[in-house]
């Protein structure tokens, strides 16, 4: 499908917002879709986001997507929009610390485990909970602003659109409990190239499509 169907299906149907997955993919791919307006990438590896970053115009907002060790959160701490893949309290004071030495309060999205899958990055539930009692909501310099979730890698429909389901009703959970009157915890980053629809309609504000838009990787 084209960069211009799906940004209509996200930007215009459902009223998300399209982060354009470019892990692997050299600059003269990510260009043209840059020059047709898009501003919001996403990338899984520090150092290619970093990379990315020098080289790529400075209006883009990097969005890392992939699971990120602490030692390398310097590396993006000055420049990096939004972080998808906080999964733990160590991690959250580490880029707390590294925002705070770069002056700024970075956005994150805390990710939470929904997929049948040992493999799946994230929070158990169970520990999430822990640890917003123990100091997690506290840090002065990141802005906790929803959650993220990855589906189980299967045809069977239903099964995803349940933990999509899941995934919507941990952020209400959470909003209502942490974030009332906070405004911006309002994300909910679910959805890729093969089950963005089902995320659309089980109510994603960010999806992240990198196959269907760049090809295969
Ligand atoms: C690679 C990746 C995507 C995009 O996957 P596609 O199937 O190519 O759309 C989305 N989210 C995360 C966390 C990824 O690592």
Known sequence: ???QTILKKVEIEHHARLIAVSKTK???????MYELGQRLFGENRVHEVVEKYDAMPKD????????LQKN???YIAPFISMIHSIDSIELA???NKQALKNDRVIDVLLQIKIADEDSKQGY???ELELDC???LLNFTHIRICGVMGMATFTDEQAQVRSEFKLLKSYFDHLKSKHFKDQSSF??????MSGDYEIALEEGATLVRIGSALFGSR
């Not at 050299?26 to 043209?32: E, K, R, V, Y």
């Not at 883009?60 to 699971?67: C, F, K, R």
């Not at 309002?186 to 959805?191: A, F």
């Open 72 to 74: 390398k959160v310097k």
């Open 186 to 191: 309002s994300e909910i980053s679910m959805g």
């Open 93 to 95: 004071k580490e880029v």
């Open 1 to 3: 499908m084209s960069y």
């Open 26 to 32: 050299p600059i003269d791919m990510i260009m043209p």
């Open 60 to 67: 883009i907002a990097w969005h890392l997507i992939g699971s």
């Open 133 to 135: 009692k123990n100091g």
């Open 124 to 126: 158990e539930w169970s």
